[in-house]
């Protein structure tokens, strides 16, 4: 019934947030506890008392959030807000226990392949261009960073050398553990303080993707986007929310 309710904040920095998540056969068993029970008819009073007709009509279930998602198995995790002096966009994995809040995206029980692009320079290159921003901040769009992110067919093998690249990512920050996204990413006067073995799995990861795109690294970012709008001009006439994963809000 207790999961981590996380946003962008939590996710980086470590923090831990809870919420009550509680299914409708768990509703006698919470309101057994005299302050789960409180909590739940003073949302239920909340929700009658304002003028929202819509809301209203929430108090029939004062023990749910208004949406009912991110409950999933496995997720991959995306921070709506980064700071924009870390070299690589701070993704990650989340398990059931985990609900993102609206300050993050999440892909339902999306393939590891998923999570090695997000990580990679070229997506970084990417966001930065079209994406907005909070203040000097990356501000994620799942509907213009993600969904419209031009990437090429991948055959099955390109799929299996990415997982292993995201599996090395993962593996190098369990590594430096309880160390956070904020430490292993940190920036200072300009120069990144990663972990030799972490940077050097985003450095694996850089280069197995994009040689997919051009049998090669790319030489710098410029290249990096001019190649992203070409295959992005040609793809334009179909549905790009096929190609990816769909992200979620």
Known sequence: MRSEGL??????????RFCLWIAD?????????????????????????????AVNKLAAKPHQFRERKGDEAS??????VSSENRDYFPAGLADATVIPTNKAFFISNGPLWALSVISSK????????ICGRLRTDYSYSNTLGWNTFPL???????????????????????????????????????????????????ERNDETLERIYIGRRF????????KLFELYTKMTTKDLTKTNSRMKA
């Open 7 to 16: 946003g962008s904040t939590e996710f980086i920095n470590g923090k831990e």
């Open 25 to 53: 056969s768990e509703v006698d068993e919470a309101t057994e506890c005299a302050g789960v029970r409180q909590r739940i008819e003073s949302v239920r009073r909340d929700r009658l008392e304002t003028t929202d007709k």
């Open 152 to 202: 090429p067919k991948l055959t099955e093998k390109n799929k299996a050398d990415l997982t292993r690249c995201a599996e090395d990512i993962l593996l190098a920050r369990e590594a430096h553990f309880p160390a956070t996204i904020a430490d292993l990413y940190e920036v200072k006067d300009g120069e990144s303080n990663m972990p030799a073995d972490l940077l050097a799995a985003h």
């Open 122 to 129: 070229l997506h970084l290159s990417w966001i930065d261009t």
């Open 219 to 226: 030489r710098n970012d410029t290249e990096r986007l001019e």
């Open 75 to 80: 997720k991959i995790f995306v921070p709506i």
